[in-house]
């Protein structure tokens, strides 16, 4: 009897390129859970251990070049990657591995979370990883998607606000990758809107031409926001591997992000800010009453 099960399922693979977070709530923990969460078959390249918690950082351990390359080369040259999210490369010398393993196996599309600084305030690279990244990475990024720190840190300026965000990111593009996304969550808390500004390469009628989109959501009231730069890079990633426009991919990662911190804001983890809650599609914490009975 004729089996009617498919012989292929075809789900979207996002490999992620980043270091381990002890704590589970950055880093490639977070990664997987998000990837997993938004229906993609996550795969990993682990950059770095760090020893962290909700309190901070308090140590890492680079991974040896070897094997980080060796790691790249394994998932490619069998599974294969339909997009790779990219994100704490604490050294020059592991980006231009990274660099390299991405040319090399032709992966023509990178989301790249240009991890400089724990939320924490712990250094994660320093200058020269950022410049290694501006030459190494940048030219083959689909989308890099800086906070307020790392984008000022990356142009050499401070920037500000809401105001300096069409020339920081545009400044930005003018490096290399084909969009630049500016996350706005960074500044001071008394602001209850969250601004991002996304802008892009696109062509029309034979013509590059830059386009912009500004979003706005709400500032969720919680402390717990521990790995949400890592959380939306990864969403954007597995939405744009399963088929959405660039547009469409990053409005859904927000909100999909927004609706992780909203549903973790009550969530217990440790002793500092926790972390968003990711499988809110599953177990909406928020919904919890005050026996913490859904």
């Known amino acids: 009897m004729q089996s009617l099960l498919p012989t292929s399922v075809q789900i979207p693979k996002v490999l992620t390129i980043a270091g381990s977070d002890s704590g589970g709530g950055a880093g490639i923990q977070a990664d997987l859970k998000v990837i997993t969460a938004l229906g993609g078959y996550g795969m990993t390249v682990i950059t770095a251990i760090t020893a962290q918690n909700t ?3 308090s140590r890492i351990q680079d991974i040896d ?3 980080v390359e060796a790691q790249l080369d394994a998932v490619m040259t ?3 990657a339909d997009i790779v999210k990219i994100g704490m490369l604490a050294s020059p010398e592991i980006v231009q591995v990274v660099a390299q393993g991405l040319r090399k196996h032709g992966i023509k599309r990178v989301v790249l979370d240009p991890v400089l600084r724990a939320t924490s305030g712990a250094s994660l690279g320093g200058d020269d990883t950022a410049q290694a990244m501006i030459n190494e990475l940048f030219p083959l990024a689909t989308l890099i998607t800086p906070n307020l720190d790392e984008a000022s840190l990356l142009l050499g300026r401070d920037i500000h606000g809401p105001n300096d965000f069409a020339l920081a990111a545009q ?3 003018d490096l290399g990758p ?8 960074h500044l001071d808390a008394s602001h209850t809107q969250i601004t991002d500004f996304l802008t892009w390469r696109s ?3 034979h ?3 830059v386009q912009s989109k500004v979003f706005k959501h709400y500032r969720v009231n919680t402390t717990n926001t521990h790995g949400t730069g890592c959380s939306l890079a990864a969403a954007i990633a597995t939405y744009l591997a399963g088929g959405h426009d660039l547009e469409h991919a990053v409005a859904k990662a927000i909100a999909f992000v927004e609706a992780g911190l909203e549903a973790g804001k009550f969530l217990s983890i440790g002793e500092g800010p926790g972390p968003l809650w990711h499988m809110h599609d599953f177990f909406p914490t928020a919904l919890r009453d005050e026996k913490g009975i859904l």
């Open 203 to 205: 062509v029309e009628d």
């Open 178 to 185: 084909q969009a630049v996304l500016i996350k706005g969550g």
């Open 207 to 209: 013509l590059e031409v």
């Open 65 to 67: 070049l070897d094997v």
């Open 55 to 57: 309190l901070g950082v």
């Open 78 to 80: 069998d599974i294969g």
């Open 171 to 173: 400044e930005l593009l």
